[in-house]
């Protein structure tokens, strides 16, 4: 369906809030953010997953900053932190299923949620990445087409066992 980006954001945040208390939340959105065809569950999962990680993986009282704009084909959302970061050599690896970044050994997780992410973006033809924040965490920058390709609502059934209405 199509889905304002603003909304699916908020219930990410609603749904993080008490784990969010102890963290500076800052969002810049471009005005007029055209709605995107996408699962808003799914994309709200991934959402959840993203900035549960900035959350988890930086200190208390940072910034995390979920930026979103668009351009011709595509929207795109960024959510950056101030946090331990993530070494150059496992920027790509973070989406592999069971990959664990080598700075953040010590802190227990199952290194499931950026892949899940991955797979959950791929299927509506967008892409998620990873990169260095400066001076100090991570960016992930997320970009949705702004147009439904036919073959989205099979993908999404992947995912969820109801058809994809638009
Ligand atoms: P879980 O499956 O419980 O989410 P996880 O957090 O280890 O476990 P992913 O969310 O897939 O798994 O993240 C994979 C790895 O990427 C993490 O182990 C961590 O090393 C790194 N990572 C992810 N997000 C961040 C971030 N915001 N800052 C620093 N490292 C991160
Ligand atoms: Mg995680």
Excluded at 74 to 95: K, N, T, W
Aim: net charge negative.
């Amino acid at each position: 369906m199509w889905c304002g980006i603003e909304d699916i954001v908020g219930v990410a945040l609603s749904q993080l809030k008490d784990a969010l208390q102890s963290r500076k939340v800052s969002i810049r959105f471009a005005p007029e953010l055209p709605s995107v065809p996408v699962d808003d569950v799914l994309i709200e999962q991934v959402l959840i997953n993203v900035i549960s990680n900035s959350i988890k993986y930086s200190p208390e009282g940072s910034e995390i900053v979920i930026e979103a704009d668009y351009d011709r084909d595509m929207l795109h959302l960024s959510i950056a932190d101030q946090g331990i970061g993530i070494a150059p050599g496992d920027l790509e690896r973070v989406f592999e299923k069971f990959y664990r970044g080598q700075l953040t050994k010590h802190i227990p997780g199952t290194g499931l949620g950026l892949a899940i992410c991955k797979s959950i973006v791929e299927a509506h033809g967008g892409q998620i990445t990873a990169s260095k924040n400066e001076p100090q965490g991570t960016v992930f920058r997320i970009s949705l087409p702004l147009q439904f390709a036919e073959k989205d609502g099979d993908r999404y059934d992947t995912y969820r066992g109801e058809n994809f209405n638009h």
